[in-house]
């Protein structure tokens, strides 16, 4: 867990408490992390971060029926080529992506602008997030 902005910190907070929950009592939780789960990707950092609504029905009835998920971490994202984060965290719970962010990469990036190196948006996971800072 490497929180890269006032978001990410919000998620581990919420994952902490899980997991103490969990080695505790034994209340098991599935944190699911969804990406960008829109009907197509429309820039270029959603490429990565695509998770199709159909991935995403499969996700979370896989979270909801798995015989036991413990504590589990899950990061929603369908089986985009380039990607931040992979889903063998879910494979316990059979979850499988099926679709892949790869038919709309042509149209993307045509209509894309260069991207900065430097920008926090290019940079980290948390992209406006962290660009946006603790004031919006």
């Known amino acids: 867990m490497w929180p890269d902005g006032f978001y990410g910190l919000s998620k581990a907070f ?11 009592w034994g209340i098991e939780t599935a944190s699911l992390r969804i990406g960008s789960s829109f009907p197509e990707p ?19 009835s896989a979270a909801l029926t798995a015989p036991r998920v413990g504590h589990s971490v899950i990061h929603g994202v369908s ?3 380039c990607r931040w984060w992979n889903s063998d965290s879910a494979s316990h719970i059979g979850f499988k992506q099926q679709q892949s962010s790869e038919p709309f990469t042509a149209a993307v990036e045509a209509r894309a602008q ?19 800072g603790p004031h919006g």
Do not use: C, K, T
Not at 114 to 132: C, K, L, T
């Open 114 to 132: 260069p991207a900065d190196p430097a920008s926090p948006v290019v940079r980290y996971q948390g992209g406006n997030f962290v660009a946006e």
């Open 42 to 60: 429309i820039h270029r950092r959603m490429l990565s971060s695509w998770l199709a609504y159909d991935d995403l029905e499969r996700l979370v």
């Open 79 to 81: 089986d985009n080529l």
């Open 14 to 24: 919420g994952e902490n408490p899980a997991r103490l929950y969990f080695d505790r």
